[in-house]
């Protein structure tokens, strides 16, 4: 199976080289790294040019006229890329020399490999590549858990051609991030295979635009924002919006999987004893304990 990279950069000069020297690195080697740049001020280019004149698989650099933003930008290199299967590649981690080839074969021996999206546990490092801990292993991997969290971190992602037709149909406006909406793809069309051995040093340097955090600062920064949500009153739940926007996008997504969102959507407007036999047994849930009874606690408020 052709395997392609799609790697997105934007001013990621400082740790670039080292992400790219991972990929060069892998025991099973990309068929080719597609880079499309979202109009870097920094030496990031430089680095990519040089990259690709030593690069032992070609190396295709484009040059945005325009910022896109990450989704866009993401969904524009998926559509650059001629591989069977696609790996998601962002510029500031490092990837462990398995990573590509425990995909591949994972995705081999699915049922249904152009349906199944692959992803990893990570070792989360901070920006000089100390360990800062594991992520933790999901115990649900699921539509009804995709619709309130993403399990499939990008830097981890790879993909079979299914996956990928269905998210180029869509709009990236619609997507809160890329590799969620490929997660929720996964899970209603086909399979999610988790891999619970780490794939790659996922760097947390300060400005990820999607990282790490402490259990406790997690949920505290959760809690704000849902207090500035409801001092805005602004209504709903991103993720279930993200939810709303998916099978608005998909008119064949799968019943039961339409119905969960739309019952979801309902019980914004439902009187509070609906909200609490919901609440009591819902039919989403997050994997962490504690985000998963504050996520029952906002079903039962009607704040979802």
Known sequence: MKLSVAMCTFNGAPHLRQQLDSIAAQSRLPDELVVCDDGSQD???????????????????????????????????????????????DQDDVWLPHKLARAET??????????????????????SLAPLG?????????????????????????????????????????????????????SAYGQVAYDPTPGALYRQHGGNVAGWEPRAWKIWHRTKSLARRLMADRRGMDSLNQAARFIAAYPDVPEEDRQLVEELLRLRDAGVLTRLRYA???????NDRIENFGLKAMLLMGWH
């Open 43 to 89: 030496a990031t280019v430089s680095v990519l040019e040089h990259f690709a004149t030593c690069a032992p698989f070609p190396v295709r650099i484009h040059l945005n006229p325009v910022n896109l933003g990450v989704s866009a930008n993401f969904s524009q290199a998926v559509g650059l890329c001629s591989g069977e299967l696609t790996a998601f590649s």
């Open 134 to 186: 594991l992520s933790p292993i999901p115990s649900a991997v699921s539509f009804g858990n995709a619709i309130v969290e993403n399990i499939a971190t990008g830097c981890s992602v790879v993909f079979g051609p299914e996956i990928r037709r269905r998210l180029l149909q869509a709009a990236p406006a619609d997507m809160m991030m890329h590799d969620w909406w490929a997660y929720l793809l996964a």
């Open 280 to 286: 009591l047994h819902p039919r989403v849930g997050r």
């Open 106 to 127: 994972t995705i081999r021996q699915s049922s249904d490999p152009a349906a199944t999206l692959y992803c990893s546990r990570l070792q989360y490092v901070n920006a």
